[in-house]
């Protein structure tokens, strides 16, 4: 069996060293060809209006009512001219930009001014833990999200916005940031969950003797949660900072709903590291039971040799052959005629002999 390499969960576009900090003309943006184009989505909503379309550019997105929320949702990173496009219409800093195309990006938060930037990691696929990069700016009543493909899990976010569902519609850009910053949080919940039902299906196989691959499995598994929870502790970290770096941007009811999106984050720390133990209890388990078969067949083994040494020794002797002739002490029992029939007595009763030993003793199981 091949060993899987564990490799990051995230595509490497470092910019090269001595670039230009904040130059988004590096070769960050064409080490990779997108094979996406670039998907703008703009919603804009108040407690009465909603619109929500697709348009080709966002210089002229945006409204003059304070009262309305714009929520640009940008899809494709390798889009430059959209990006420089962005900062030049929200005076978005250089560097939150360079940071928004460099995907290896750790879940964080900065202030510039007065825009807030958020960098979190939305989970993705099926296939083991992969994430995927969704950097979030809130400036006045607007919200940027930028993620490098179509396809997130803010859905229910938008589906909220276009029925009027909760509170969304009557709260201001910074109660969408939360909104966003939650799906995304609530987005790690299936993933524990399936890797919960991994390792209940895996401890039913542990009598298995077959599973060969039951020790690997457990180790992906381990280590994907550890990734997970050095990820939603990453997003821990930034939550305090948006807490402490949002006076006078965040309205006071949304930091409450900050503090709960905290709490889940928590709840997934510690699913995961219970999850993470769970993996190392069902690993000594499988490995005691194997030491448990292993030696249940030495003891047998054992006994076989136990009882067939002395029944060996016997044999031994009366396969010695001296000659009778030289001495009458030379083994007179091979010209008896009941000699063979007595070797062979005689092991039986050494083998019983030891069997009923090992049985007083409680060897035998």
């Avoid at 091949?2 to 003309?25: E, F, Q, T």
């Avoid at 078969?293 to 020794?313: C, E, Q, R, Y």
């Amino acid at each position: 069996m091949r060993l899987r390499v564990h490799r990051p969960r995230w595509a490497r576009s470092r910019s090269k060293i001595g670039n230009v900090p904040g130059d988004l003309s590096s070769d960050v943006s064409t080490k990779k060809k997108d094979t996406v184009p670039s998907h703008i989505r703009v919603i804009q909503y108040d407690g009465r209006t909603h619109t929500n379309e697709v348009v080709e550019s966002i210089d002229n997105e945006d409204s003059d009512n304070p009262d309305i929320v714009t929520w640009i949702d940008l899809h494709g990173i390798r889009d430059m001219e959209a990006l420089r496009s962005l900062g030049r219409r929200f005076g978005l800093h250089p560097l939150a930009l360079e940071d928004v195309v460099q995907m290896d990006q750790h879940a964080k938060m900065e202030r510039y001014g007065e825009t807030l930037f958020f960098i979190a990691r939305m989970p993705v696929g099926d296939n083991g833990f992969q994430t995927e990069q969704v950097s979030i700016f809130l400036v006045g009543n607007t919200v940027i999200t930028i993620q490098e493909k179509v396809g997130d899990c803010l859905d229910p976010v938008r589906d909220r916005i276009s029925r009027a569902m909760g509170r969304i519609r009557d709260r201001g850009a910074d109660y969408l940031v939360y909104a966003v910053i939650d799906a995304i949080i609530d987005g790690y919940f299936p993933i524990i969950d399936r890797y919960e039902s991994h390792l209940s299906e895996m401890a039913e196989l542990l009598q298995d003797a077959d599973n060969d691959n039951l020790p690997m499995h457990l180790h992906h598994i381990r280590a994907d949660l550890l990734s997970i929870r050095k990820t939603v502790q990453q997003h821990r970290d930034a939550l305090r900072l948006l807490l402490r770096e949002g006076d006078g941007i965040l309205a006071n009811d949304t930091r409450l709903y900050l503090r709960d999106c905290q709490d889940h984050i928590g709840q997934l720390m510690e699913a995961a590291d219970t999850d993470r133990e769970t993996c190392g209890e069902l690993r000594e388990l499988y490995f005691a039971l194997l030491g448990q078969k292993n030696n249940d067949v030495m003891k047998v083994l054992t006994i076989i040799a136990t009882l067939f040494i002395p029944m060996s020794f016997v044999a031994g002797i009366y396969g010695m052959n001296f000659d009778q002739k030289a001495s009458p002490l030379n083994m007179p029992e091979l010209e008896w005629s009941f000699g063979y029939p007595f070797a062979l007595s005689v092991m039986m009763v050494l083998a019983l002999s030891l069997l009923y030993f090992l049985y007083r003793k409680g060897w035998l199981w």
